[in-house]
């Protein structure tokens, strides 16, 4: 056969096996995307790929292994150096940061307590090769997605970074950590590192080591350790500052007790601790701190506030107390012991500590306070107690007792704000009438409320101008307002002006009108500050400026962007300057400056306030009663060998002689309110008390004959102008009235009336 033959054989073959039509285009060309892609995707180039970067991988990993080496010296924290703070002025107040610490061996560590730490550090301590890789990945993943720096090291991998490099969190330190720890590991036995360990963690109370520790919280030397006291450390170092229960608030307490039961629940997981001796395993609370050297009088407090300060922008104890640090704080010297001669003239002087027996409430009393520079936010005085040795934590920063009365002019603010209007329709402003008779039931809140006025007095006739209930802080007339307001509405207002949201803040409650969540006296500083400046949020600061050899702290801006406008900050204030004027803040008045503020006094007494601001100065004043054994809450009641002690008692006292002495030898000015709107008065009258007592049936204090049971909500279930079903003329209440104009007495409600709330607020 020729090659003409041979060719055509071959075509007539190719055509009796290629696909016809479409389907076989269509096909062909499948066939050749599917080369294509297999190229690219066929599973030896897959798996050489992968076996490929896993040799990446280790051959990256040798070489980081052979080129980062285990440092021969310890970092710089064997040779700490101290910090300087200063006033405001550039003088020194304290140095600080000497180092505490005092090695000792494994053996004077009772082996229980050892057992302790790794229970809640790192359980497979003495069976890992001294790194935790996934832990090290999440670590290194979490610091590149600023997502915090939680990465589970081994306590191998936290002595190399306590002993040989820094508390930076940075992804070099941490691959730099995972070599060394390695090394460390195949260098060491794994009780020199647990050794290393314990004798390197800062513990709080400028403590660093076990030693150190043992003394600070317990009094003992490390041997005498019991297994809870070391519990106790073991758990404490995750949070120093936020964990010691000298100092811990009732959220550090809680997490405190979370890991130092997850410490002995571990142990006995790792069969290390008997199931029944753990159930008998009690916590034991820590000793008293001692205070530090130069950090006598109020100068402790000053400087726990501004390491509080700097904790709340990232910068933590260990760094803190590394030292190195020159920390100006905003404390004008003047103001600071014009504060200090207040307390001890108006509150200390009067009280006999000693006396037991016949003045034993004096033993509880309690003072904190803060002023603020109202043009700045810097706070320029602090009052945190009689001083570290006997009172640890600073009452200025304590949030374990309601602010009470003196939150009421956040409600104001906050229906000023949203326009709020009252049940029956009408605009909220300083002239709006409201009911004041004590026990009265709120209308509009799914939350029964019926709160009783001080000593139980009604006040108008009945009815009374919000300019008036806030000079006589009536509790009826506020906690109608923050339903006519929404209590939801007016925590968000708190929460913008300064307040902080913890747990227990009521929700929805007209509660909250009477001040029953906690604050501190820097949040209410906060609060009235904002006022004071028009609107604009207030941040206090302490910090003035605060330098370091390896860069510069920034602290917060103390003055912010505007929450409230001018016309409600100045609102707020005008009627405060009402209160100093003609109502329960008398005690400040002064023709040396003008004042606005608050009174405040909580259910039992156990706090009272007194919160005012001049143009210049925002000062808080408080007094809390706390059981000098027990640390509960104890009423201030009996105080000095007197009676009841309210806000604008000792509390007012101490703000008009430290105000009057800072302010001397200064130009003081006026509150610039032009933009306050008082809205259109009422016919001009004075309050007029009645005071009924509690339960009984009340008549109205204008002698009308009208009666109704203390707490019956109003038949028209109005707080005031509307015009109830029977088409009567009514009063401004909305009670039907006789042709005369007086009003009727009610129909008998069959439901009991509400009960009273304690009274929450003083005169």
Do not use: C
């Not at 039509?21 to 995707?41: D, E, H, Q, V, Y």
């Not at 993943?141 to 490099?165: D, E, M, P």
């Not at 029956?424 to 009911?435: F, V």
């Not at 016309?567 to 009402?578: E, I, N, P, R």
């Amino acid at each position: 056969m020729g090659r003409a033959d041979a060719r055509r054989a071959q075509q007539q073959r190719g055509a009796r096996n290629a696909p016809s039509g479409r389907a076989g285009g269509r096909a062909g060309k499948a066939t050749k995307k599917r080369s294509g892609i297999r190229r690219f995707l066929n599973w030896k180039t897959l798996l050489g790929t992968f076996l490929g970067g896993i040799l990446l991988l280790v051959v990256a990993g040798v070489a980081l292994y052979f080129s980062v080496d285990e440092p021969n010296d310890p970092n710089k924290t064997a040779t700490l150096q101290s910090n300087t703070y200063k006033y405001a002025d550039g003088s020194i107040m304290a140095r600080t940061g000497d180092m505490n610490r005092e090695i000792v061996p494994i053996d004077k560590v009772p082996e229980d307590v050892r057992t302790a730490f790794i229970a809640i550090e790192n359980k497979t301590f003495y069976k890992d090769r001294g790194v935790d890789v996934m832990g090290v990945f999440r670590g290194l993943a979490n610091t590149v997605r600023g997502k915090g720096t939680a990465g589970g090291s081994t306590i191998t991998q936290q002595y190399v970074k306590n002993y040989y490099l820094t508390q930076d969190q940075s992804p070099t330190r941490k691959l730099r950590e995972l070599v060394i720890s390695l090394k460390v590991d195949q260098r060491m036995e794994k009780n020199d590192i647990l050794a290393g360990y314990l004798n390197t963690n800062f513990y709080g109370r400028n403590a660093y080591g076990i030693q150190a520790a043992a003394q600070a919280y317990y009094g003992v030397d490390s041997d005498k350790l019991t297994l809870e006291q070391g519990a106790y450390l073991a758990a404490v170092i995750q949070a120093p500052s936020q964990y010691d229960w000298a100092t811990a608030g009732p959220n550090g307490k809680r997490l405190v007790m979370i890991r130092f039961n997850a410490v002995l629940d571990n142990m006995v997981e790792m069969g290390k601790l008997d199931e029944a001796k753990r159930k008998t395993l009690k916590f034991q609370e820590p000793i008293k701190p001692k205070p530090r050297p130069g950090m006598d009088g109020q100068k402790g407090y000053l400087i726990q506030a501004a390491e509080a300060e700097m904790n709340r922008q990232g910068i933590k104890d260990a760094e803190i107390n590394a030292g190195g640090w020159t920390i100006t704080l905003a404390i004008d010297k003047k103001k600071q012991a014009a504060l200090e001669k207040a307390v001890q003239d108006e509150l200390e002087s009067k009280l006999d500590r000693k006396d037991t027996k016949n003045r034993p409430q004096d033993q509880s009393v309690q003072a904190g306070a803060t002023s603020v520079d109202a043009k700045t936010g810097h706070i320029v005085a602090m009052y945190g107690g009689v001083g570290l040795t006997e009172k640890a934590a600073s009452n200025a920063l304590r949030s374990d007792f309601q602010p009470g009365s003196t939150f009421k002019p956040i409600v104001l603010a906050s229906a000023l704000e949203n326009g709020s209007k009252t049940q029956d329709g009408r605009p909220i402003n300083p002239s709006t009438l409201y009911d004041g008779t004590s026990k009265r039931a709120v209308v509009g809140s799914d939350t029964p409320f019926a709160p009783q006025n001080q000593d139980n007095e009604n006040y108008g006739d009945p009815m009374i101008s919000v300019q008036e209930a806030t000079n006589s802080s009536v509790n009826s007339v506020y906690a109608q307002m923050i339903v006519d307001a929404k209590p939801v509405n007016v925590k968000k207002t708190a929460l913008s002006m300064g307040m902080t949201d913890r747990p227990g803040w009521p929700q929805t409650s007209p509660a909250m009108s009477l001040g029953t969540m906690s604050a501190n006296t820097v949040e209410m500083a906060a609060v009235y500050a904002t006022l004071d400046n028009h609107g604009k949020k207030v941040t206090p600061s302490i910090i003035k400026k605060a330098e370091h050899k390896d860069g510069e702290f920034k602290p917060v801006t103390p003055i912010g962007s505007q929450v409230l406008t001018s016309t409600t900050a100045d609102t707020v204030t005008k009627v405060l300057t009402g209160v100093v004027e003609n109502g329960s803040g008398k005690a400040v008045r002064s023709s040396a400056y003008e004042a606005a503020g608050k009174t405040g006094t909580t259910e039992s007494n156990v706090a009272a306030w007194f919160t005012g601001y001049t143009p210049e100065l925002v000062t808080v004043v408080a007094m809390f009663g706390e059981d000098p054994n027990t640390h509960g809450q104890v009423t201030l009641t009996g105080t000095a060998g007197k009676g009841r002690a309210g806000g604008s008692s000792f509390p007012a006292q101490i703000w008009q002689a430290y105000t009057t002495a800072a302010l001397k030898g200064t130009t003081t000015g006026q509150f610039d309110l032009d933009d306050a709107r008082m809205g259109t008065p009422a016919p001009s009258r004075a309050p007029s008390p009645s005071a009924t007592p509690s339960g009984s049936v009340s008549p109205t204090p204008s002698g009308s004959g009208s009666t109704r049971p203390s707490g019956t909500p109003d038949p028209s279930g109005s707080s005031g102008g509307s015009t109830p079903p029977t088409g009567k003329p009514t009063t401004p209440t909305g009670k039907p009235t006789t042709p005369t104009g007086k009003p009727t007495p009610p129909t008998k409600d069959p439901s009991p009336p509400f009960p009273p709330f304690p009274n929450a607020e003083d005169r």
